[in-house]
């Protein structure tokens, strides 16, 4: 663990240096652990027992296609109810969201969430709920580097984004960490090809540099309709035109122009 923290400091020194400098960032490669027989998985499948249950259910009534559109992640990921309706230009959207799940419980069960799933895009929101049980920003980007790392070595053509992690109102005192882990991880996604960082906390924070409470339940913690419809408009942009056509796009946001799409 302490090699791994190691490692993790100096690809965001490397990374920091090299956006610093403007050179041009290489590659980087953070070693996903072997965990399928980790006592940290073993203990995770006992935690997330009913969750993962829920969702062998669901595939046995009706198993989702390949070479769709997965997101998994947290609870932000789980209550979006509408997602495969906010996405319904895409075929196959797969929604594996299991609330109270940090960064390191995505990363230990990417193969039974993700690469089972052969999707052609994957797309996580997770970290928040690491930072609020006093793991570090590093430590974020090492289980996140892990779920990429596993993911792109079963499937090396799948599309990898990340969704920037949110300022919510009743997490205030961790917005700091908030931005500098989602700003280690947006520079770690510059060195991977086929990826992409997504950037919702930005259009969340008000004039007053505050989370803005209109798009938040009572809890100040979940989203409500105007909050997700605000990431539908962010995320939308960011599907790969091999799944959502320009003309499809153009058609689902009446009156915006035809997303562009990263190629790197």
């Keep these: 663990m302490k090699a791994l923290r190691r490692r993790g400091v100096l690809v965001s020194l490397a990374l920091y240096a090299a956006m610093s400098t403007g050179l041009q960032a290489q590659p980087v490669r953070i070693e996903a652990p072997a965990v399928a027989q980790s006592p940290e998985y073993v203990a995770a499948l006992t935690r997330w027992k009913s969750s993962l249950s829920a969702f062998d259910e669901a595939d046995r009534e009706k198993q989702p296609g390949a070479d769709g559109v997965l997101f998994v992640g947290s609870s932000t990921i789980r209550f979006w109810k509408q997602m495969a309706q906010d996405f319904r230009q895409v075929p196959v959207v797969i929604n594996r969201g299991f609330g109270g799940s940090t960064m390191a419980d995505c990363s230990l069960f990417a193969r039974d969430l993700v690469v089972r799933y052969k999707p052609r895009h994957v797309l996580v929101y997770a970290g928040d709920n690491d930072l609020a049980e006093g793991r570090t920003p590093l430590q974020v980007l090492e289980s996140f580097a892990s779920f990429a790392n596993t993911v792109r070595a079963e ?34 996604l510059r060195t991977v090809p086929n990826s992409d960082f997504i950037d919702v906390y930005t259009p969340m924070i ?36 091999a799944v959502m056509p320009p003309a499809a796009a153009a058609a689902a946001l009446p009156g915006s122009p035809t997303p562009t799409v990263s190629t790197r």
């Excluded at 913690?221 to 990431?231: A, F, T």
């Design 155 to 188: 499937l090396p053509d799948t599309r990898i984004s990340y969704i920037s992690i949110k300022p919510s109102p009743s997490r205030e005192a961790l917005m700091s960490k908030m931005r500098e882990t989602n700003n280690i991880i947006s520079a770690y």
């Design 206 to 241: 008000g004039p007053d540099n505050r989370a803005r409470p209109e798009l938040f339940l009572r809890d100040r913690l979940h989203m409500n309709e105007d909050g997700y419809r605000l990431w539908q408009s962010v995320i939308a942009a960011h599907v790969p035109a």
